[in-house]
């Protein structure tokens, strides 16, 4: 290992040796300890450059890669290359010349300031465990051995952490302990090495190892549909089938006129019987309709065209139709009725795919659907009532909503859309007037208007504009068909909102201009800049939908942070508001 180690000490003198005070030599081995500090720079930029292919998979060949380069990159060469070099320093200060050239050998022998002959100096001292354990009394010796032989490696240990760190940006931090637990290891095996030569290696190992995090971080994080398809759970290879013995084919098709029916069955003659007296006939029995209409109305109800729904008060009022609360008479709760304004054939469609979507959704933070209804103006959704009000108006009543308030916004509301992603379904129009607060806080997503499941048709009414132009993702708003990425988009706004109580975009004074700007793809101008989810935001809001991270990978997120900030995510949003009897 000496000649090894004595070809990197040549390099390094070559490179960096000035003739001051220690001596060139000492300015060199602080050279070679830059130099044995990019190992694990390396090893950082090898696994930054791996995540980009696998992303968050740390199970396998992953693990046993990461392992193997903490190993080989982080231990063992920093450890013999630093034992090396105090082995080559020793040689030399015993006489023998440790791999290195007579001159060398001799400029080793030239003496510097007040540390004597650089052999001596950095050969013929105590090595780093006699200096720490057996000092030998100076207490300013024994101060100046502490700070260069404790507190730089724990400097670079911290910096080893950071450049780790960086490598797995946008994971889990735990897979950095294959990288910085050899390092402590390196640490504590070097305790053999000469104290004077470990102090001048320590030197010149820190700065390279704060430098080495800029490398890893340009080569920057995996983009969010890698750290998507590493987080979805691998498929399970189906078993062959059982081979058959004979392989049976199908009958060959007949059309049904051609087909042979078999004769039916002889009959058996009828049977006489006597005749008996005639007793009177009972009333005819009623025959089933041959098609299905409405259930017969019981006796001391309403007659027909009547409702089974007491209306309130009118919630709501646009375009498509009209929101009330009403009661339902038959089951005596309430519920929030939406009757659509003209029952033509688009209108039933929307109504049908609106209650599809609802129905196949089932989580706490989704409104729930009971019903659809005819009612005498028209088709109608019955719908859960919600008591609150929505996150608009709590936003411009009570001001805006601090970092764990809106975490818990954006979590619970990511797994909602999740959720309706996961059944097909997409909302297409995420907006602060379309997340109600209860009064304990917690938020509702509601009015799946305008949601299509995978499959449905297209709607092509004139004039028809799927979502609020404020919080439309840039890619719908140019005509592209929405996506899980724009539901995405719009919920980001939504939080953007309630933390700033702005669009992201800012307002505009026509929706038709605003609709331009989300057209254009402008750059979001009234981000909450000082919020802890700034960064988030503006990934999210990405224009270019890949960019943008999935709403699983939001909700991990954030639920992290508040996880470490002592928050629960199932905590209320707003003020809690006693609820009014």
């Given at each position: 290992?000496?000649?090894?180690?004595?070809?990197?000490?040549?390099?390094?003198?070559a490179l960096f040796a000035p003739?001051?005070?220690?001596?060139?030599?000492?300015?060199?081995?602080?050279?070679?300890?830059?130099?044995?500090?990019?190992?694990?720079?390396?090893?950082?930029?090898?696994?930054?450059?791996?995540?980009?292919?696998?992303?968050?998979?740390?199970?396998?060949?992953?693990?046993?890669?990461?392992?193997?380069?903490?190993?080989?990159?982080?231990?063992?060469?920093?450890?013999?290359?630093?034992?090396?070099?105090?082995?080559?320093?020793?040689?030399?200060?015993?006489?023998?010349?440790?791999?290195?050239?007579?001159?060398?050998?001799?400029?080793l022998g030239v003496q510097y300031?007040?540390?004597?002959?650089?052999?001596?100096?950095?050969?013929?001292?105590?090595?780093?465990?006699?200096?720490?354990?057996?000092?030998?009394?100076?207490?300013?010796?024994?101060?100046?051995?502490?700070?260069?032989?404790?507190?730089?490696?724990?400097?670079?240990?911290?910096?080893?952490?950071?450049?780790?760190?960086?490598?797995?940006?946008?994971?889990?931090?735990?897979?950095?302990?294959?990288?910085?637990?050899?390092?402590?290891?390196?640490?504590?095996?070097?305790?053999?090495?000469?104290?004077?030569?470990?102090?001048?290696?320590?030197?010149?190992?820190?700065?390279?190892?704060?430098?080495?995090?800029?490398?890893?971080?340009?080569?920057?994080?995996?983009?969010?549909?890698?750290?998507?398809?590493?987080?979805?759970?691998?498929?399970?290879?189906?078993?062959?089938?059982?081979?058959?013995?004979e392989e049976r084919k199908p009958?060959?098709?007949?059309?049904?006129?051609?087909?042979?029916?078999?004769?039916?069955?002889?009959?058996?003659?009828?049977?006489?019987?006597?005749?008996?007296?005639?007793?009177?006939?009972?009333?005819?029995?009623?025959?089933?309709?041959?098609?299905?209409?409405?259930?017969?109305?019981?006796?001391?109800?309403?007659?027909?065209?009547?409702?089974?729904?007491?209306?309130?008060?009118?919630?709501?009022?646009?375009?498509?139709?009209?929101?009330?609360?009403?009661?339902?008479?038959?089951?005596?709760?309430?519920?929030?009725?939406?009757?659509?304004?003209?029952?033509?054939?688009?209108?039933?469609?929307?109504?049908?795919?609106?209650?599809?979507?609802?129905?196949?959704?089932?989580?706490?933070?989704?409104?729930?659907?009971?019903?659809?209804?005819?009612?005498?103006?028209?088709?109608?959704?019955?719908?859960?009532?919600?008591?609150?009000?929505?996150?608009?108006?709590?936003?411009?009543?009570?001001?805006?909503?601090?970092?764990?308030?809106?975490?818990?916004?954006?979590?619970?509301?990511?797994?909602?859309?999740?959720?309706?992603?996961?059944?097909?379904?997409?909302?297409?129009?995420?907006?602060?007037?379309?997340?109600?607060?209860?009064?304990?806080?917690?938020?509702?997503?509601?009015?799946?208007?305008?949601?299509?499941?995978?499959?449905?048709?297209?709607?092509?009414?004139?004039?028809?504009?799927?979502?609020?132009?404020?919080?439309?993702?840039?890619?719908?708003?140019?005509?592209?068909?929405?996506?899980?990425?724009?539901?995405?988009?719009?919920?980001?706004?939504?939080?953007?909102?309630?933390?700033?109580?702005?669009?992201?975009?800012?307002?505009?004074?026509?929706?038709?201009?605003?609709?331009?700007?989300?057209?254009?793809?402008?750059?979001?101008?009234?981000?909450?800049?000082?919020?802890?989810?700034?960064?988030?935001?503006?990934?999210?809001?990405?224009?270019?939908?890949?960019?943008?991270?999935?709403?699983?990978?939001?909700?991990?997120?954030?639920?992290?942070?508040?996880?470490?900030?002592?928050?629960?995510?199932?905590?209320?949003?707003?003020?809690?508001?006693?609820?009014?009897?």
């Amino acid at each position: 290992m000496e000649s090894i180690a004595s070809a990197l000490l040549s390099l390094a003198h070559a490179l960096f040796a000035p003739g001051f005070c220690p001596g060139d030599w000492a300015w060199a081995t602080s050279a070679a300890g830059s130099i044995i500090a990019l190992f694990p720079v390396a090893a950082a930029v090898v696994v930054a450059i791996m995540r980009k292919f696998t992303g968050n998979r740390y199970h396998g060949p992953p693990l046993i890669v990461i392992g193997a380069i903490g190993f080989l990159l982080v231990f063992l060469l920093p450890w013999l290359y630093a034992n090396g070099i105090s082995s080559v320093f020793r040689a030399v200060f015993d006489g023998r010349a440790g791999g290195l050239s007579q001159s060398a050998v001799s400029e080793l022998g030239v003496q510097y300031c007040f540390v004597g002959t650089q052999a001596e100096y950095l050969g013929g001292g105590q090595n780093v465990y006699e200096t720490l354990f057996y000092p030998s009394g100076d207490v300013f010796a024994y101060g100046y051995y502490l700070g260069g032989l404790i507190g730089l490696p724990v400097l670079a240990l911290l910096g080893t952490v950071l450049l780790m760190r960086t490598a797995l940006r946008r994971g889990p931090k735990w897979p950095g302990r294959l990288l910085w637990i050899p390092f402590v290891a390196f640490v504590l095996l070097s305790a053999g090495v000469e104290a004077n030569t470990a102090v001048h290696l320590w030197l010149g190992y820190l700065p390279v190892t704060v430098l080495g995090i800029i490398p890893v971080a340009l080569v920057g994080p995996p983009s969010w549909s890698t750290i998507q398809n590493s987080d979805r759970p691998p498929q399970r290879e189906q078993p062959p089938p059982l081979p058959q013995a004979e392989e049976r084919k199908p009958p060959p098709y007949v059309p049904p006129e051609q087909e042979q029916k078999p004769p039916p069955p002889p009959q058996p003659p009828p049977r006489q019987y006597p005749p008996t007296a005639v007793a009177p006939s009972p009333e005819p029995p009623q025959e089933l309709a041959a098609a299905p209409g409405p259930v017969p109305v019981p006796p001391g109800s309403a007659g027909a065209g009547s409702s089974r729904f007491r209306r309130v008060r009118r919630l709501g009022h646009g375009g498509f139709g009209t929101v009330w609360e009403a009661v339902d008479t038959q089951l005596g709760r309430t519920v929030a009725l939406k009757i659509a304004h003209a029952p033509d054939r688009d209108t039933e469609q929307r109504m049908q795919r609106e209650g599809r979507a609802l129905a196949a959704l089932s989580h706490p933070h989704c409104v729930r659907v009971y019903d659809l209804v005819e009612e005498p103006d028209g088709l109608a959704l019955v719908m859960e009532y919600l008591h609150g009000q929505s996150l608009a108006t709590a936003v411009d009543t009570g001001g805006t909503l601090d970092d764990v308030a809106a975490g818990r916004l954006w979590a619970t509301m990511a797994s909602a859309l999740s959720a309706a992603h996961d059944k097909g379904v997409l909302h297409r129009d995420v907006k602060p007037s379309n997340v109600i607060v209860d009064p304990a806080g917690m938020p509702h997503l509601i009015d799946f208007g305008i949601a299509r499941s995978k499959g449905d048709s297209t709607l092509t009414a004139t004039g028809m504009m799927i979502g609020t132009p404020d919080f439309v993702a840039p890619e719908t708003a140019g005509g592209a068909p929405a996506s899980p990425a724009s539901d995405a988009w719009q919920l980001a706004a939504t939080v953007s909102y309630a933390l700033s109580g702005y669009p992201p975009r800012g307002t505009r004074e026509t929706p038709m201009a605003a609709l331009m700007a989300a057209a254009r793809a402008e750059p979001p101008s009234r981000l909450p800049r000082q919020s802890v989810h700034a960064r988030l935001l503006i990934a999210s809001l990405d224009p270019e939908p890949r960019n943008r991270p999935t709403l699983r990978a939001v909700s991990k997120e954030v639920e992290g942070w508040l996880s470490r900030a002592g928050k629960s995510v199932d905590g209320p949003v707003t003020r809690v508001v006693p609820r009014v009897r």
